[in-house]
């Protein structure tokens, strides 16, 4: 990516995150835990914004192994909750695009279970790319698209492990690749407070299916797009800011012929630093 490309991509991101963008939505899992709600709060928002060594989603780089500034907004009314998050991106002009949004939205119940109280999440995510057009790269469909998910978390084994599994499925995923399931699983724990900094130490496996159609990622042979990937790292917290070093790897073959992953080490292993700041 040239340098001329880089300062266009910056300049877009930065134009969205001003208008209203912070959040850590489906960014770079700099977790330290999952949201604990309080339902007896009436309403609550935040505004954050930070900056990440590249900008990976499930495994895969989103900024063409570059570094990117990511932000958004994040509001809730009891249980009710809604946002926006946007990132900096670069697929290489396949299709162009300089900034991801996300648009969520759902409930965050909970449940007294015998083993302890378990925090619930039911919502949906629109991905969206402004400017992007497909129709400059033949064949390559929408990159915009929805997802619904499910999940819980809970600390019932100790009260400083958190571990929660959440499932997403989308009736047509990135490029119109058809239904895609998606399933991660994540365990944080929380270490005794170092000086100024709360240290939390977790990680995440994913598994993610799609049908024939979706050959973007493993294969583009016609056969079922099936791979899994998994991250790990330390989150260093103090007050409102956070420093992240993450782990990131997927089991995908580089030779496979996916159009993304067999290609420039999208889905490589890497090391990822990431720092968010929220307010309030």
Not at 30 to 37: G, N, R, S
Not at 217 to 229: H, I, L, P
Request: overall charge negative; hydrophobic content about 40%.
């Amino acid at each position: 990516m040239t340098v001329s490309r880089k300062l266009a991509s910056l300049g877009g991101a930065l134009g969205v995150l001003l208008v209203g963008t912070a959040g850590a939505m489906a960014d770079g899992y700099e977790v330290a835990a999952p949201v604990v709600v309080d339902e007896g709060r009436k309403f609550t928002y935040s505004f954050n914004i930070g900056a990440t060594s590249d900008y990976v989603f499930r495994g895969v780089s989103q900024t063409d192994n570059d570094p990117a500034i990511q932000g958004g907004v994040d509001v809730s009314w009891g249980i009710l909750y809604v946002g926006i998050w946007s990132s900096m991106v670069d697929f290489d002009d396949a299709p162009p695009a300089n900034a991801e949004v996300d648009w969520y939205g759902g409930i965050r119940p909970t449940w007294e279970s015998p083993f302890g109280k378990v925090n619930l999440d039911f919502g949906v995510i629109y991905y969206s790319y402004p400017g992007a057009n497909p129709s400059a790269v033949p064949g390559l469909g929408d990159p915009n698209f929805v997802e619904l998910k499910a999940g819980y978390s809970w600390s019932a084994l100790h009260p400083s492990l958190v571990t929660g599994t959440t499932v997403y499925w989308s009736p047509d995923y990135v490029f119109e690749t058809g239904s895609v399931w998606t399933i991660e699983t994540l365990a944080a724990w929380t270490l005794p407070k170092v000086s100024i900094f709360t240290p939390v130490v977790n990680g995440v496996l994913g598994w993610q299916k799609g049908d024939a159609k979706n050959g973007y990622f493993v294969n583009a042979n016609g056969t079922d797009d099936e791979y899994y990937y998994w991250n790990a790292g330390l989150n260093l917290a103090v007050e409102n800011i956070s420093f992240d070093f993450r782990y990131w790897d997927t089991n995908i073959n580089s030779d496979a012929g996916g159009l993304i992953c067999g290609r420039d080490n999208l889905c490589d292993e890497r090391f990822v630093f990431s720092a968010k700041v929220v307010v309030p």
